[in-house]
């Protein structure tokens, strides 16, 4: 099979939504810590392979965004999964200087929700 059968098969496993578009979750191997939630389209995912790097598509400027273009926080792409339902991309990444949310934190996941304060409150870093 040559590259571009295994490409047109890979994409034709995604369940794409009606905008061409497949939310993708970003997890660092190794400490297993889930970093991010983005999205690709079919573009994003091919250029995600062609680089062994994370490229997303961004829906607020609508185009492909190589992560880390501009922070140098890049994601280098260890593991492609597809869930059973075909419709949500794991990656599994090596995250560059351990930062991957553009505040400057390890996981965008940074927030927690206190039930008894009703509120939600930063989780301490460890």
């Known amino acids: 099979m040559n590259k571009n059968s295994q490409n047109q098969s890979l994409l034709e496993a995604v369940t794409w939504n009606d905008q061409g578009l497949v939310p993708v979750i970003a997890q660092e191997v190794g400490s297993g810590d889930?970093?991010?939630?983005?999205?690709?389209?079919?573009?994003?995912?091919?250029?995600?392979?062609?680089?062994?790097?994370?490229?997303?598509?961004t829906r607020s400027r609508q185009k492909?965004?190589?992560k880390g273009e501009e922070s140098g926080h890049t994601q280098k792409v260890k593991e492609i999964r597809l869930d059973c339902d075909g419709d949500t991309i794991l990656l599994m990444v090596e995250?560059?200087?351990?930062?991957?949310?553009?505040?400057?934190?390890?996981?965008?996941f940074f927030m927690e929700w206190d039930a008894v304060s009703s509120?939600?409150?930063?989780?301490?870093?460890?």
């Open 119 to 126: 509120n939600w409150r930063r989780i301490s870093k460890a």
């Open 64 to 66: 492909l965004w190589h």
């Open 34 to 57: 889930v970093l991010m939630m983005a999205w690709m389209n079919r573009d994003a995912l091919l250029e995600t392979l062609r680089l062994g790097e994370a490229v997303y598509w």
């Open 95 to 108: 995250q560059k200087d351990g930062i991957a949310c553009h505040t400057g934190e390890h996981s965008c």
